[in-house]
């Protein structure tokens, strides 16, 4: 049998691999909460993660419940992970009581019929970035103890540290795919430059102008006309043939 320490490294271990090379946030988003679940004592477990890249927001939970509630809530902007997201912290609140109620409406009563009875959120933050939460329910409506909330903060540390890892990865190759794009776009442009400055016997600017022209008359994007030249497609510049 594995101790409390074992089990912690082995979390530690979890998330820093979790995402893996499929760069898989849902099974991340899984490991989290449900590693959280059994080594914090609480009944449940959600995470919402604000996707900076796509401008999503994904949650995930050790409950299927729990997560369509919290998928939910930030469709509503209200309950503790988007209070937690919004401010940087939520304290323990008791979702019995009249203040939950008011505070979040549509969200108190929903997650009392799961059962819980007190939740908390724990920012997923890295210094002055909030990127989401992790949430924590407990069916009991005793205070969770201290020490599982220094803990679960530390969880939700080193989840916050490799969800920006990954999302600093998949900007990088949306830019460098952006780029190789513009590159080859460029390219193809100056190849049709060189083919029309040759064909009409035109310099290159000259090329470009009836390119460029050719473009903005007939509302299409400059490289997809340049493309159509290259290949042949398209003979810009040279009188149209007689249909008759």
Request: charged share 20%; with cysteine.
């Amino acid at each position: 049998m594995s101790t409390p320490d074992q089990r912690l490294a082995n979390t530690f271990v979890a998330l820093a691999g979790s995402l893996g090379p499929t760069h898989d946030l849902a099974h991340f988003l899984a490991v989290l909460t449900e590693r959280s679940v059994e080594l914090l004592g609480i009944d449940a477990a959600g995470a919402v993660f604000a996707d900076g890249v796509h401008g999503a927001v994904q949650a995930g939970a050790s409950d299927p419940r729990v997560a369509e509630l919290e998928l939910a809530a930030a469709g509503w902007k209200e309950g503790p992970a988007y209070d937690c997201v919004r401010t940087g912290v939520l304290p323990e609140t008791a979702l019995d009581g009249l203040p939950a109620q008011q505070r979040w409406p549509q969200y108190t009563p929903r997650a009392r019929a799961l059962g819980c009875a007190r939740v908390v959120a724990l920012p997923l933050r890295l210094l002055e970035e909030t990127v989401g939460a992790l949430v924590l329910f407990r069916n009991s409506r005793n205070p969770l103890d201290p020490g599982a909330l220094a803990l679960g903060q530390s969880l939700a540390d080193a989840a916050t540290i490799a969800l920006l890892r990954e999302r600093e990865l998949t900007a990088s190759k949306v830019l460098s795919a952006q780029l190789e794009q513009a590159l080859s776009s460029r390219i193809v442009i100056e190849q049709a430059k060189g083919v029309l400055a040759t064909r009409l016997t035109l310099s290159v600017d000259q090329a470009f102008d009836v390119l460029r022209g050719y473009a903005r008359s007939h509302r299409t994007k400059l490289a997809e006309v340049a493309l159509d030249v290259v290949e042949g497609r398209l003979r810009p510049g040279e009188p149209e043939k007689s249909k008759g």
